[in-house]
């Protein structure tokens, strides 16, 4: 009997859950009869998702004081916890999103690797948001981009899927070796992997105008960049989320925003503690790119989910504010703000998804016409969402505004919070164009409906798009239980 | 209690009209069930107010988030029940109107009816600021939808403009809330001292000046006024500018005193050439709905004239005047919609002569229209007066504009008469066209009592808009003889603002 390391499995087990969440789906594309693969995958990947949840929520429970498992290179803190939770809570709502989506026909519809590919992106991201040394940053980096890639490019015969998918896979990859360069000049200059080593060397070595660190932490923020699509590393986003399957960019707008975020706040704080200057700098100047290109670009879109694209580009912008405020209420702000923007954002492309698979074309502001008034309750709640991006009360979009500024004015930035809310009030204009769409166009605008009808609601849909107006505007009401979840977090954290 | 019943009760009205299926009928009765149920709500706080107790009364306090110091707190002062009265009034008198008219898509309708009224309830009663921030913004979204949906045909250019610079002003008003808040530590209206930062109070006073509107800033008025259904524009002249009144009062004023004092030459003269530009164009105004548009800013102005007086008799004539012309304005608008009915336009050159065997129209017209140009013995004489009187005191000039003012006042109120009822028959007036119905009649008849019975007794508002003690304290606070902390500490020991150490009054 040899010796073998304990590993604290309990640690591990939202992410073995996903991962056997994966296997069953993709061996459920082999082995059953085609009829059967779809509400196998589903399920599977659902009750992955579900069961994540709860361990997800156990270990935020049990672990009080943070640890490290797996020669410390993978944290068990409530931090890792609340931000996989999000995940999970995302997972789950986009495969009821995904459940009626047509992915190509007969033998071309992949429903198997899609649900499969779903539940091991979830993995990847909870393995990423634990990451505490630069090798499994970038190891979850890669794992979680690379399901994406095929899930964007998955739905072959949907026009643009293909080119997304290729497109991300490129650019992505750029980001991903950005990073990864980064990470090796960071190692280089400090001798180190750990976040917390790399900190301390860098206050023991006296690194602090070692122009390799600086270069290898600007490369770091910019490969972060790339995956919380903040502008000017945004190239991407507008494309590929344009050409994805919906709820694979409903999924991608909720989760990947999220977990990019909260390992930028966690790389930053805890491995570079003593560069704040520099990088605060860095973030907030990021943060007002991405307000200004996210919004003055969204003005002039009027499909839809390109839209809503470029409002995930200024809210990256948003919700680095915080970040860059590199104070506990900051972070508290963030993991606060992303909940209510989770749920938003995944819900808004839901609501975007069942419009179009009425109309079997893209959706527009101009076929959107009138669709408010034949499905209220989807019209309703994608009202909602548009408030709550644009910060209107009601919403937990309006507190996480609140707490991103507040924080930012804590820490001194006043400037910052003029720029935010300037940036709110444009975004405002293109918010409620969305709602003049749904309610205010005239008879006469209005588009006929697709031949045959429209489909009947979808149950799953319809299911997924009020949790998510539950949790939208529940998060205005609830503020206090959920920012205690946020301070219980970001105190995580060496702040 | 009584207070959040008053904000919940709509609200909860609203949730019951948007998730239950009701017919047209039924969502507009009982909406209009739910408005009267809570004008005898406000008839019992009412009655259970103690106006010789100053300080904030059926308030109500929980934590919403403690890590900043946010709350639900919610109370009423006395110029707030005022407040909050023409507010239920004149939202049950809009609401009626819209079960009359038959407003289409009427669940929803109703419903942001209902939404609308608990949000203006709730910025009249709050003491947090980010809870007054919530309601005030919480205002726009009916708003926008109500104008939006329902509206004229120029309805999607005149929501975009109402939208950007109502949201414009409040952003302002959200980073000064932010700095005010956390500079203090609480974001508790009465908890917090005050603060001498010219630019908070700025961010403040443009947000409510943009709301009001006060010259420069009333661009989104016509157009907002013109393509909104009457009881709308009703509402949002009538009680919605008048939330703008509140926060100038309970904010701007009692928060930032040195600043009030410094810039009270700047908004006295904005007040003023607002006053004055106001009654020329609504003397020059083509259609019904514009004069009654910028007679409202003129009558705005008049109003921040008295607020920015510095004085008790300002302050009083203030509220009363907030009351009056929100009774008048909503009257009107009501009546306009009538006319629009029945004419099918509201220019003035299409119309005329519906005085002729319409004895009712007729009637209502010229007593609304009498009150509104501040005939002597009436509420609207009491209020001008009373702010007139207060202005005095800054100098005689501002006196002598605001007399100008109501002489215009006169010349307008009276052009409207003259061309809606009198003159020849115009092109656009049916001959068939109907008198007042009964349901008509059922909803301006109380709101014109209303105005009768201020008319009478125009010191039941006066008398009873603030105690002794608010008046000293605010006038102390603005003479900036005192930082407010003294008093502030009296009302958290729940002793009112009597208590505080009384200050010589000024005489008026």
Known sequence: MSETPSVDWFALSPILALLAAAGIALLGAVLVPAGWRKPLAALATASGYATAFVFSALVYVRSEDASFVVADSFARDRFAALAALIVCGAGLLAVGVSWSERLGHGEREHVGEYYALLAAAGAGMVFFVGASNLMVLFLGLEWFSICLYVLTAIAAERVGSLEAGLKYLIVGSFGSAVLLFGCALVYGATGELGFGAIAEATSTQGLLDDPLLLAGLAMLITGLGFKASAAPFHMWTPDVYEGAPTPVTAFMSAATKTVALVVTLRVLVTAFPELDEFWTIALAAIACISLAVGNLAALVQRDVKRMLAYSSVSHAGFMLIPIAAGNELGGRALLYYLIPYSAMSLGAFAVVAARERELRAPVTLDNLAGFGWERPVLGAAMWVFMLGFAGLPLTGGFVGKFYAFSAAYEAGWTWLVIVGVAATAVSLYYYLGVVRALYMRSGAELQPVVVGGSPPPERLLQGAVLACLVVTVGSFFAVQPLIELARDAAESLPF | MLTTALILVPLAGALVVWLLPWSRFAAGSIALLVSLVEVGLWITALAGFDFGESGLQDSARASWFSDLEVSYHVGLYGFSLWLVGLTVVAMAAAIGYGLWAERERARTYFGLMLFLTGAVV??????????????????????????????????????????????????????????????????????????????????????FAIKAPLFPLHGWLPDAYRESPPEVAAVLSGVVSKAAVYGLLRIAIAKFPEPADDFRLTILVLAAVGLVYGSFLAFRAPDVRGVIAYSSLAQMGLITLGLFAGNSSGLNGAVLQSVVHGLVSTTLFLLAGGIERRASTGELASLGGLAKGRPLLATMLMTVGVIALAVPGSAAFAGEFLILAGVFDQGWVWAVIGAVAIVLAAMYVLRLISAVLHEREGSAVPSEALDLRPAELGLLVPLVACLLALSAWPAAVTDRAFSDGDVRTLQAVQRGEEDGSAFLAALRDGDGWAEYAPIEEDAP
């Open chain 2, 122 to 207: 709730g910025v009249f009663t709050a003491q947090d600021l980010l809870l007054f921030y919530a309601f005030f913004e919480g205002m726009l979204i009916p708003l926008y939808a109500l104008i939006g949906v329902w509206g004229g045909r120029g309805r999607q250019a005149a929501t975009i403009k109402f939208v950007i610079y109502t949201v414009a002003g409040s952003l302002l008003m959200l980073v000064s809330i932010i700095v005010f808040g956390l500079s203090q530590g609480t974001f508790d209206l009465v908890d917090s001292g005050t603060s001498d930062s010219p630019w908070l109070f700025l961010g403040f006073a443009v947000a």
